[in-house]
């Protein structure tokens, strides 16, 4: 089978000191993901995340740098590379039809000073997302993260 390459657009959200973040429940775990998804034919990047994020979360943002780019190579039916916008918020979109991703149970928004310790994937994205918001520097290709791999905490 061959496999294709899927590129995602997905929103690093920040609103007093908390990150947006989609809250995913399966198989009797929690855990947490960007908002965002995959970009469509004639879609820029930019474009995308917004439209992702409004249909995910009911909110308008403004598109801002690429910050991160990470890379899911197996474990899917497709090469995921995600890459990783900031994105100010803009308002609300009042009475938003919302599309929820698969096992998508709410939003939740998770205070990025413990980032580190909370079930966001992929994980690699933990510590440099508290970088980024901390003023220090960061690393923008984090490389590939796979189902199994040691999660990163520290």
Known sequence: MERTIRTSAKALIIRD???AAIKIRDAG???????GGGQEPEETLEQA????VSEELGIQVACKELLFV??????E??????LIFHCEFVREIPHAALQKDTNQVGVQWLDVSELNLQPL?????RRQIMNFCQGKPYRVYLGNEEVGDPEIIQ
């Open 17 to 19: 000191g908390k990150m």
């Open 121 to 125: 994937y992929p994980s690699r994205l």
């Open 77 to 82: 039916r497709f090469h995921r590379i995600d």
């Open 29 to 35: 775990e929690t855990w947490y993901i960007m908002p």
């Open 70 to 75: 990470v890379e899911g190579v197996h474990g």
């Open 49 to 52: 995340v917004c439209r992702e």
